[in-house]
């Protein structure tokens, strides 16, 4: 059975940082790609980043692009995502999520729960 | 970067009525790579379909998927109570972005 669990998540002030972690199981980690997908409350989901299967090749959405950083430690089977800078706009559940292949341009086959981070003063 | 556009905002329907969502991308979705997940209240979003038409695992074939090119559609044939949630359609054939969702509310 594969299972994200996402963890770091926390109330922490503008303009600082935050790293998010994802354990994986149940797959073959090192054979996909892995992606961060966030939810403000109460509106839509928004892709954030995403990671081939060896961390070779990486993509962000613009509003986050420069500030967060992904990346994945495939002897750990874990997904991370260190982000800086953060502000108020960056308020959200984030997911963890399996891409179908090896390659990050891909649709999301499982899901973690998500990680709340809630950046206020 | 493709914006895809999802209309209705609300669909009000009542059980076992049919219901029709649209999708309709910004510029072409090369090889028809688009995707359709729901979400419930609480729940992280699952996927439904994949390659525009395509079911995913265990997912009722009420459930279809259909278009390509810039418009793509998710219909249920007949509603079953727990069809009414929110549906979001995700295009990776350049990078990739969601739509905004079409929520499904008893009418």
């Known amino acids: 059975e594969v299972q994200l669990v996402e963890s770091g998540g926390a109330l922490v002030q503008p303009g600082r940082s935050l790293r998010l972690s994802c354990a994986a199981s149940?797959?073959?980690?090192?054979?996909?790609?892995m992606h961060w997908v966030r939810q403000a409350p109460g509106k839509g989901l928004e892709w954030v980043s995403g990671?081939?299967?060896?961390?070779?090749?990486?993509g962000y959405a613009a509003s986050v692009r420069g500030r967060f950083t992904i990346s994945r430690d495939n002897a750990k089977n874990s997904l991370y995502l260190q982000m800086d800078a953060l502000g108020a706009e960056d308020t959200a559940l984030y997911y963890c999520?399996?891409?179908?292949?090896?390659?990050?341009?891909?649709?999301?086959?499982?899901w973690g729960q998500g990680t709340l981070v809630t950046v206020s003063s | 970067e493709i914006v895809l556009t999802q209309s209705p905002g609300t669909l009000s329907l009542s059980p076992g009525e049919r219901a029709t969502l649209s999708c309709r991308a910004s510029?072409?979705?090369?090889?028809?790579?688009l995707a359709w997940y729901q979400q419930k209240p609480g729940q992280a979003p699952r996927l439904l379909i994949y390659?525009?038409?395509s079911r995913a695992t265990g997912i009722p074939d009420r459930f279809s998927g259909s278009g390509s090119g810039t418009d793509f559609t998710l219909t249920i044939s007949r509603l079953e109570p727990e069809d009414f949630a929110v549906y979001y359609c995700?295009?990776?054939?350049?990078?990739?972005?969601f739509g905004g969702g079409t929520k499904v509310e008893i009418k």
């Open positions: 999520a399996k891409g179908h292949t090896s390659g990050w341009y891909c649709y999301l086959d499982y």
């Open positions: 149940g797959f073959t980690f090192e054979d996909y790609a």
């Open positions: 990671v081939n299967w060896n961390g070779g090749g990486t």
């Open positions: 510029q072409s979705v090369g090889s028809s790579s």
């Open positions: 390659g525009a038409s």
């Open positions: 995700q295009q990776y054939g350049n990078s990739l972005t």
